[in-house]
T-cell receptor
Framework: DAKTTQPTSMDCAEGRAANLPCNHSTISGNEYVYWYRQIHSQGPQYIIHGLKNNETNEMASLIITEDRKSSTLILPHATLRDTAVYYCIVVVWGNKLVFGAGTILRVKS | GAVVSQHPSRVICKSGTSVKIECRSLDFQATTMFWYRQFPKQSLMLMATSNEGSKATYEQGVEKDKFLINHASLTLSTLTVTSAHPEDSSFYIC????????????FGPGTRLTVT
């Protein structure tokens, strides 16, 4: 599965949109982009996933570039409860998830 | 829906004893469950993949005789840490993939193991 690169940490003001980038320049055509987050001392939580098209659900939006080499997770109105480590994972459908270091998102009031 | 539970949430045991951790999918059937370990300030490390009714597949470097995994039903997997030592102290997290459904994995809340 392709490797991903994420910033180590980001800050976001409460109520503003949080945009978390992920670089996956070696992604293959059959690999999906998945996002999970982990709030301190809890198990990871599924957020969203996509293959080519942009996706939106009740939690977030996922924007994938046309060449699929990068993507951005958007939390439209960040709250303090969104403070967590966000993991971008690229994986072939049905394969196991391998977690990298992720991005620490700190939402500040 | 898609709730995964773990029991116990915290456990303290003495060095040399064994500890069993249960992982249950509460509202769905899971053909595949995964076990991860997470040390402080580190990411999750996949330990093994278990499929219902078959032997678990362990990741490189994980001792299968030390970390016994049983996936006896479509809703239950157990991880037994045998002859635990202080270096086994960690946060153990399971996840489950829904049978015949969406691909995403649903994670349990984790079990904090402390070996004294």
């Amino acid at each position: 599965d392709a490797k991903t690169t994420q910033p180590t940490s980001m800050d976001c003001a409460e109520g503003r949109a949080a945009n978390l980038p992920c670089n996956h320049s070696t992604i293959s055509g059959n690999e999906y982009v998945y996002w999970y987050r982990q709030i301190h001392s809890q198990g990871p939580q599924y957020i969203i996933h996509g293959l080519k098209n942009n996706e939106t659900n009740e939690m977030a939006s996922l924007i994938i570039t046309e060449d699929r080499k990068s993507s951005t997770l958007i939390l439209p109105h960040a709250t303090l409860r969104d403070t967590a480590v966000y993991y971008c994972i690229v994986v072939v459908w049905g394969n196991k998830l391998v977690f990298g270091a992720g991005t620490i998102l700190r939402v500040k009031s | 829906g898609a709730v995964v539970s773990q029991h116990p949430s915290r456990v303290i045991c003495k060095s040399g004893t064994s500890v069993k951790i249960e992982c249950r999918s509460l509202d769905f059937q899971a053909t595949t469950m995964f076990w991860y370990r997470q040390f402080p300030k580190q990411s999750l490390m996949l330990m093994a993949t278990s499929n219902e009714g078959s032997k678990a597949t362990y990741e490189q470097g994980v001792e299968k005789d030390k970390f016994l995994i049983n996936h006896a039903s479509l809703t239950l997997s157990t991880l037994t840490v045998t002859s635990a030592h202080p270096e086994d102290s960690s946060f153990y997290i399971c996840s489950a993939r829904r049978a015949g459904g969406p691909h995403e994995q649903y994670f349990g809340p984790g079990t904090r193991l402390t070996v004294t």
